[in-house]
């Protein structure tokens, strides 16, 4: 992990790559995902079964689509006591963060005696998507938890998830007992692009949702870029992002251990660290080099920190603060003495963890907070997942006889004035005597 200094050329340099690091996706790619995406609306199952035939189990049916009752009750058998256990703290404490969030509806009447208005409403039916984790070996519980607990906060009636099966055709265990515990109310066999274009359109099983939510590789995700509109979506999310600030009081080998905890999620994500020591650096590029050493994802965490991993020398906290600000990350850990000082400071990220005792991965699994975030700077104007995805609101407008006598004339005025006759004259017909 390389070690530069934020105020030389080589570590302006670098900041200057990060700040910019938002990528187009490549045009090949997308090809392939509009292609996919013509063939499920236009032979629905069919292409579905077809495509999880080719890429995921090769004895893959059309009634293997949804997942039975019967599998979920033996999922519960499946799994120790301990990870249930885990996944109901996992979901209570979501549940607890998500319930802050909801919005009310209002009604205010003005002095003339119209009345305006909002009603929150949630969409009828969400999509949630959860990826495979290496052919289903690795169920990745939190995304279900952190997809469908703001869905049914927010009320949404009827709650899809859809994930890849594994070659002999299954889903772990671990996420259908999530799903149900979630509040989940049917899970679907099925991945990649195919499956977003399936909650996109619907097909003769799967039903059609007016949201998608959850993270997935470059062909879920270009899916959804495509799709927006057609259906709604939570946000295009890119690879796995963590910045770190530290001062002299931080613990190196939590520091080091924290980096390449993003590190591992993928080849592309970023692992940076901003501090004003310059002993912890050092001895935090050391204690990288002893962990990576001993992990099991070691590939894919060398080749992360080759390309976007850093630690930059800054000259006090007050620049550290300023860069994160530029950066706008996913993560973002204040790893020093007084985190509190520093909080108000800070404007954009996805994400903020308070002291040493605070990593990141609290955030991914237990906290409450919604794990699914902004990348690739998007944190200047994006926001967590959160039961905003699953609700709408709905204006409420209501005048009176008098309270149009009182401002009419402002109406016509503007309409005319705008060039809308039509518009002018849906009043002045009414104010006529």
Not at 166 to 190: C, M, Q, T, W, Y
Not at 230 to 246: K, N, Q, R, T, Y
Not at 357 to 374: C, K, M, Q, R, S
Not at 405 to 425: D, M, R, Y
Request: hydrophobic share 45%.
């Amino acid at each position: 992990m390389r070690l530069l200094n934020a105020n030389k050329e080589d570590g302006r340099a670098f900041i200057h790559k990060l700040v910019n690091r938002f990528q187009a996706f490549p045009e090949k790619y997308e090809e392939s995902v509009r292609e996919i995406i013509k063939e499920v609306k236009d032979k629905g199952d069919g292409a579905l079964v077809e495509f999880t035939r080719k890429f995921d189990c090769p004895s893959f049916s059309r009634e293997d689509l949804e997942v039975g009752l019967e599998e979920v009750e033996r999922a519960y058998d499946q799994i120790d006591a301990e990870l249930l256990k885990a996944i109901k703290l996992a979901i209570a404490n979501v549940r607890d963060f998500h319930e802050k969030q909801k919005e009310r509806s209002w009604i205010d009447t003005r002095p003339s005696g119209a009345v305006v208005g909002q009603l929150v409403r949630p969409v009828e039916r969400a999509g949630l998507y959860v990826p495979g984790g290496t052919g289903g070996e690795t169920p990745l519980i939190s995304t279900v938890i952190m997809g469908a607990v703001p869905a049914k906060v927010a009320g949404v009636e009827e709650l899809i998830m859809v994930s890849p099966p594994n070659k002999e055709g299954r889903l772990h265990p671990a996420l259908l007992v999530a799903a149900k515990e979630s509040g989940v109310d049917r899970v679907f066999k099925i991945g990649s692009a195919w499956a977003i274009a399936a909650l996109a359109f619907g097909t003769e099983t799967i039903p059609k949702v007016d949201v998608i939510c959850g993270p997935g590789n470059i062909y879920v995700t270009l899916a959804k870029k495509i799709l927006a509109g057609e259906v709604g979506i939570d946000m295009i999310a890119g690879p796995s992002e963590i910045l770190v600030i530290s001062d002299e009081s931080a613990n190196p080998a939590w520091l080091a251990a924290d980096l390449l905890s993003q590190a591992e999620h993928d080849s592309l994500a970023t692992a940076v660290m901003l501090t004003t020591s310059e002993k912890i650096a050092k001895e935090t590029v050391k204690e990288v080099k002893k962990q990576l050493k001993k992990l099991p994802r070691k590939d894919i965490a060398e080749k992360a920190l080759e390309d976007y991993g850093a630690i930059l020398l800054v000259e006090d906290l007050s620049q550290a603060t300023h860069l994160a600000n530029l950066i706008a990350p996913e993560h973002l850990e204040l790893c020093v003495k007084d985190p509190w000082s520093l909080l108000g400071k800070i404007k954009h990220a996805g994400a903020i963890f308070l002291g040493h005792f605070t990593p990141e991965a609290v955030g991914d699994y237990i906290a409450g907070a919604n794990h699914v975030l902004p990348t690739m700077g998007c944190a200047r104007y994006a926001q967590a997942l959160g039961v905003h995805v699953f609700q709408k609101k709905l204006s409420v407008v209501g005048y009176s006889h008098e309270a149009l006598c009182e401002e009419g004339q402002a109406v016509i005025k503007l309409a005319e004035t705008e060039g809308l006759s039509a518009h002018a004259n849906s009043v002045k017909i009414r104010l006529e005597k």
